[in-house]
């Protein structure tokens, strides 16, 4: 498939708010026509598009909103895509509550260009590219206290590497579905049970250095991963990533209660105790 470019597609109503409003909701300025705002709607990428959950929708529309001074844009926002934009959907992995698959995006991560004018010019560098998508089981119903780690999971992404190009809805199960970063080489638990005695010492040493460095960088901003160990920890070509950061548990989660993995779980967690950036390191 040639790579497209075109200009992005811009509607004259907003299907992501309702309200009867004369300005814009996120910027104040006023709507040139109903429901729409020149400076703020111009990054919805379909449409017309709703994820069927008005939280996820801002959520997106608000990474979109927070790029929108930027005159070059690669991936500093996330992409509502329907599920039929990708192909050859095959599961490769199963925890206890997702499912991840690697699939082919037939249109791929688009980047955007500013014009002179103020429009934006679309660009689509990847077409049919090689994602993960990882299924949030039981996410019909979403709450907020997962809603707000999926916020912190996309921070942290854009800060420190792993990719996180936007969502996906099942349209059987209404489950959503994030759209991340194929890591080629799997995760490192199946990398060390496989080469384990291939490697050099020093290659491993340095492997520990470089996650302990990113997970100090990640408590810097307050912030624990609350799953840290050799699962969530992928390996892209040569380059390693943290993965799953700040997602410990189910969507459908309540406050208070923790889940994990037994053997990598604090003492003092198991014990009722809160969890903290030291349980991390357990």
């Known amino acids: 498939m040639e790579n497209e470019v075109s200009k992005l597609n811009i509607s004259d109503g907003d299907t992501n708010i309702v309200n009867n409003q004369k300005n814009c909701s996120y910027c104040n300025k006023s709507l040139a026509e109903e429901l729409w705002c020149k ?15 008005p939280d996820i929708d801002k959520f997106v529309k608000d990474t979109m909103y927070n790029a929108r001074n930027l005159t070059y844009i690669r991936h500093p926002f996330l992409e509502w895509v329907t599920l039929d934009r990708f192909t050859d959907i095959k599961e490769i992995d199963e925890g ?24 934006y010019k679309k660009v689509n560098l990847e077409p049919m590219m090689v994602v993960a998508l990882k299924r949030l089981i039981g996410s019909q119903n979403i709450k907020n206290k997962f809603l707000s780690e999926l916020k912190i999971h996309w921070k942290v992404c854009m800060l420190y590497g792993f990719d996180f190009y936007g969502l996906t809805k099942d349209p059987e199960t209404s ?108």
């Open 39 to 53: 400076e703020c709607d111009p990054f919805r990428m379909i449409e017309g598009w709703t994820s069927g959950n």
């Open 96 to 119: 206890s509550f997702s499912k991840v698959y690697s699939a082919t995006w037939i249109d791929g991560k688009s980047e955007y260009y500013k014009n002179n004018d103020g429009s």
């Open 175 to 282: 489950e959503f579905i994030m759209i991340i970063r194929f890591a080629d080489k799997g995760n490192l638990r199946s990398i060390l049970s496989k080469n384990f005695n291939d490697m050099f010492w020093q290659n491993k040493i340095n492997l520990l250095h470089k996650l302990s460095y990113d997970l100090q960088s990640f408590h810097s901003l307050g912030y624990f991963h609350g799953q840290f160990h050799s699962k969530n920890i992928l390996q892209d070509h040569n380059l390693f990533f943290i993965s799953d950061f700040g997602l410990c548990g189910p969507s459908s989660k309540d406050n208070g209660v923790y889940y994990g993995v037994v053997p990598y779980i604090a003492p003092e967690v198991l014990s009722g105790t809160q969890y903290e950036l030291s349980s991390d390191i357990y």
